[in-house]
């Protein structure tokens, strides 16, 4: 039986710091994924809704998130609505998924 304690120990250990770098790496992903869509975002949708989101051209989108889910976004991005034009053929469906994402967070 003690010859098993420290191979739990070991076990015990790889699990915990297997679940940290996933966590650091999610992390990661989530900073690096908000980061692509600003980009877009300053690329693509700056000129009408101006760098810190309030609107110029088209409405303001700094609590966009609690207005519209991530779907309802990416549909508008996509297909356009109300005199904002579609971005399908602009924007590759990752770019929008991206875009509508981090919008969703605005709230």
Known sequence: ???????????????ALSACGS???????TASTDANAE??????????????LRGKVGPGLQEIGSKM?????????????????GFKKV???EE?????QWLSTKK
Do not use: N, W
């Not at 039986?1 to 699990?15: D, E, G």
């Not at 980009?39 to 810190?52: E, F, G, P, R, V």
């Not at 889910?69 to 034009?85: K, V």
């Open 1 to 15: 039986m003690r010859a098993s304690v420290p191979f739990l120990i070991v076990v015990m250990s790889a699990v």
């Open 39 to 52: 980009a877009i975002y300053k690329k693509q949708c700056l000129s009408c809704h101006a760098a810190d």
């Open 69 to 85: 889910t991530e779907q309802q976004l990416f549909a508008i991005i996509q297909d356009g609505a109300r005199g904002m034009p």
């Open 96 to 100: 929008i998924q991206a875009l509508s």
């Open 23 to 29: 966590q650091a790496t999610d992390q990661g992903m």
């Open 91 to 93: 924007l590759s469906a």
